[in-house]
C-alpha cells in the first residue's frame, strides 16, 4: 500500500505565501507522478499542480506565475510552494501520486487566506 502525508496547511494573509509538503512511503519502487489537488466548499476537485516523471510540469491557469511545484525524487516527496495567494486559493489541499495507474490521495490539508 501506499500512504501520503502532508503538512504545511494553515492560515496566511491575502499577498502572502505558503509551502506545503507530502511524503509518500509504501511499496514505491521508481518515479511516477505526483500532484497537487484542492476542493473548496461546493465545488469540485480540481488538479492544481502536477510533475511528471520526466520533469514536465501542469498548473491550472489561476496559479501560473504564482505557485511552484517540485520534488524530492529520492524521499518521493513533492512540494508545493504558493506565493501571492488570494481568497480563491483557500480550500483543502490533497496530495496525489498514481502509482501503477491507481490514484493513492492524502487525507487534505487545510489553506485558508484571510483578507
Known amino acids: 500500500q501506499v500512504q501520503l502525508v502532508e503538512s504545511g496547511g494553515g492560515l496566511v494573509q491575502s499577498g502572502g505565501s505558503l509551502r506545503l509538503s507530502c511524503v509518500a512511503s509504501g511499496r514505491i519502487s521508481g518515479i511516477w507522478p505526483m500532484g497537487w489537488y484542492r476542493q473548496a466548499p461546493g465545488n469540485q476537485r480540481e488538479l492544481v499542480a502536477r510533475?511528471?516523471?520526466?520533469?514536465?510540469?501542469y498548473y491550472v491557469d489561476s496559479v501560473k506565475g504564482r505557485f511552484t511545484i517540485s520534488r524530492e525524487k529520492a524521499r518521493n516527496a513533492v512540494h508545493l510552494q504558493m506565493s501571492s495567494v488570494n481568497a480563491e486559493d483557500t480550500a483543502v489541499y490533497y496530495c496525489?501520486?498514481?502509482?501503477?495507474?491507481?490514484?493513492?490521495w492524502g487525507q487534505g490539508t487545510q489553506v485558508t487566506v484571510s483578507s
Open positions: 510533475i511528471r516523471p520526466n520533469g514536465d510540469l
Open positions: 496525489n501520486i498514481n502509482y501503477l495507474s491507481k490514484d493513492f
